[in-house]
């Protein structure tokens, strides 16, 4: 394809006819259809002398990452000897004066990151979500589960809104080898943070961390240390309505983003049709037990961090190449120490508190319009991962004070039936062990889901979903809900 680009250019360049439809401007509008370039950058093509429409675009190209160094400077040589003959000598240019030199800031000296070899991008989704809903759910933009309806609650019971708070913004480092590494390194923010305390800052979005971590990867070894994705059950549903939570959070696909120090192996196996990836790390302990209703600048020790030791995690993948299609399936596990403190009549308890999961993972493609994927779970105290949310580890002297047995899972299948046009279908089910709850603990939640997708360009994407939620309650059939959330979806990504 490069090659078409930079013969169509040439072509382009050598021509002299002065002509509205030049080649080049042809080629820059063909670009613009298509979403390469923008409308400003065929305004500098057409504003170019006709001889020099071809290099301006080709700059274009270049500084776009289409076209590299080398053929950015094959398409500036084409014509380029002529028409230096043609012109005039330049004139002689002034002898430049010599600058004193400035006056070096505090703390300059030898730099650790060859600037040269170091590179820096910026991306992001802006994205647009217009939502409603026919029930009162735990949240009204984001919904993972039916409430409880309540009689002093009149009139939330359907809703509609809009929101720009699931876009996001980041920025991606690739630096020089280090020690026979590459290093890179990532950083991201959505705007999930919560709404300012002003009566019109419903839609002031404060900033989320999401991401913040730094990487060194070697041939078949890698070292990483931030906040990243967990090893454990590591993939997620295709949604633009659930976009800054994952879909189908506490409804079967357990997943959080934690500090970490972690490494990968990975290697070639049975020639090189399949490829083994072994992930393990040491994270953070907390259990998800965070008030989350109270503000604080403050850490204070919870019940993982009362363990005194990091969690562990790890997760051993195979991944198996057939050309077009690569099959991925993986096997991880999570294991964090925890204690529970508590006060029963006048005494207060500590008890002990074992978070673990393992889960099952796979991806299959089974062709270029067809990927089936998700994954299975089982696990106990598994709060931080949004299961069993708010119940995961129940107070003491209560029969979850050990942890919430839960298990479940979730399955999407991708249709890709034309170039532009994308469906999702998907279920997933969570459901705890009735012996952990107390009487009125959410028991199960479900949640059927649908979207259909069309990428406009490779910047613009539309996308319709309905979901659908089913929550049980123990001991309270009566308080069983569901609804419908609704939604619709614009994102411009870059």
Sequence with gaps: MKCVVIAAMALGASLSVVAADDPASVLARILLEKGTITSSDLARVDSAANPDKAAVLASILADK??????????????????????????????????????????GDGPSLVDESKAKVSIYGTVLLNAFYNTSLNNLEDIPLFAAQPTPTVVGNDKSFGMTVRQSRIGLKFEGPEVAGAKVSGQAEVDFLGGQAAFANGISMDLVRLRLAFGRMDWKNFSLEGGLDWSV????????????????????????????????????????????????????????????????????????????????????????????????????????????????????????????????????LPFTS??????????????????????????????????????????TQAQFNFLRKWQTNLGYGIEAQRNKNLRVGDRSRNQTYYGNLMYKYNQHLTFAWELRRFMTDWKGQPFANAAGFHANLAIAYGF
């Design 65 to 106: 990452g289409v076209l590299s160094s080398s053929e950015l400077a094959r398409v500036k040589g084409v014509g380029g000897a002529e028409r230096a003959a043609a012109a005039p000598a330049p004139p002689t240019p002034p002898m430049p004066v010599p600058k004193a030199p400035a006056p070096p800031k505090v």
């Design 232 to 363: 454990f059950a590591p993939l997620n549903p295709t949604s633009l309505a659930e976009f800054a939570i994952p879909g189908l959070s506490a409804s079967g696909n357990p997943w959080i983003r934690t500090p970490q120090l972690r490494g990968e192996y990975h290697k070639a196996v049975l020639g090189e049709a399949v490829e083994l990836k072994w992930q393990f790390a040491a994270v953070d302990p907390n259990m998800g037990d965070y008030n989350t209703t109270v503000f604080s600048s403050t850490r204070t020790p919870g019940i993982g961090d009362r363990g005194r030791a990091p969690g562990a995690e790890s997760r051993v993948g195979l991944t198996f190449d057939e050309g077009s299609h690569k099959y991925d399936i993986g096997l991880s596990g999570h294991y964090a120490r925890g204690k529970n403190v508590g006060t029963v009549g006048a005494a207060t308890l500590e008890t002990p508190v074992d978070s673990w999961g393992a889960a099952i993972d796979y991806s």
């Design 369 to 410: 319009w067809f990927d089936f994927s998700g994954e299975w779970f089982a696990g106990r105290a598994l709060g931080i991962f949004s299961v069993a949310s708010g119940e995961s580890v129940l107070p003491v002297g209560t029969p979850g004070e050990h942890g919430v047995e839960s298990r479940g899972g979730w």
